[in-house]
């Protein structure tokens, strides 16, 4: 199908399911907000409520609630938060290598019971397209769980998200995406979340300074920053302050990976 087509099958198929009481995994990301406007605004037209469940975990940024809270707010969303304690409740203190099929599988049990007690059979997801062909291991939960994931389904890619998300006027159609924490750190590594404000800390920092796409990536005590590669000559241009801002936050060397941004640097060595 072409976009036209994904989009026309997606938005038919939002006006199905919003047939019902829905509810939805809601991070305030692109995906799910874009999911979020379609449904609210196809149950205006049903009279059904749309339940946007944001999972409040200290493995996200800490802005990330706010957001969320806004973006349920501008759809017309009735929004709920669930506070989970990621590291003891899914038991992935270590990061193990199925980390992330423990934190779905933890999160979305929890987010089926509360839609249930809100009378909403029906429950969704933002993954996407790209999402199928990278490792992640949390959508086998996702399938255990039977939770549906519309863009998946009509094979709309992370690109056409953002495309559709600015013809509905989604405030955070072009925001960066924010993946857990967890992602910043080697497989095997003891987390913690003190350590996860700390790389929380050092991104909101690069990115206040102009940076779109930033991670921190943390080996030991070293801090491998990857930006977009038209970014890297303006971070060089003040390496000196980014170096010393970084220091001060408790690491002790600081790096710019020469292959730039990219998602999933970490799962090099992993088969999927």
Partial sequence: ??????????????????????????????????????????????????????????????????????????AGAEHVVIFVDELGEA????NPVDRCYRCKKTLFQKLKAKA???GAVCVMDGTNEDDMHVYRPGIKALVELDVISPL???????????KLAAEYGVSVAH??????????????????????????????WLR???????????????????????????????SEQVASTLKG???????LDLEGFRSGSMDIHINS
Wanted: with cysteine.
């Fill in 208 to 238: 206040a300074q102009g940076l779109y796409n930033v991670r921190v990536r943390v080996h030991d005590n070293v801090a491998r920053i990857e930006v977009d590669k038209e970014d890297m000559p303006k971070l060089l241009s003040w």
């Fill in 1 to 74: 199908m072409n976009y036209e087509e994904k989009k026309q099958a997606l938005t038919a198929y939002i006006a199905q399911l919003a047939r019902q009481d829905v509810a939805l995994a809601f991070s305030g990301g692109v995906d799910s907000s874009l999911l979020l406007k379609m449904c609210c605004e196809a149950a205006s037209l049903t009279g059904k409520k749309v339940y946007a469940i944001t999972m409040h975990t200290r493995l996200h940024p800490m802005k990330d609630l706010d957001i969320a809270t806004r973006v349920a707010q501008e």
């Fill in 116 to 118: 249930l007690e809100l």
């Fill in 249 to 255: 936050m408790g690491y002790d060397y600081v790096t």
């Fill in 152 to 162: 998946a389904k009509f094979g709309i890619t992370k690109e056409e998200v953002r």
């Fill in 91 to 94: 038991g992935i203190d270590g």
């Fill in 175 to 204: 925001r960066p995406s924010t993946p857990c924490m967890a992602t910043r750190f080697p497989y095997g590594t003891q987390l913690s979340y003190e350590a996860m404000r700390q790389v929380d800390e050092a991104e909101e």
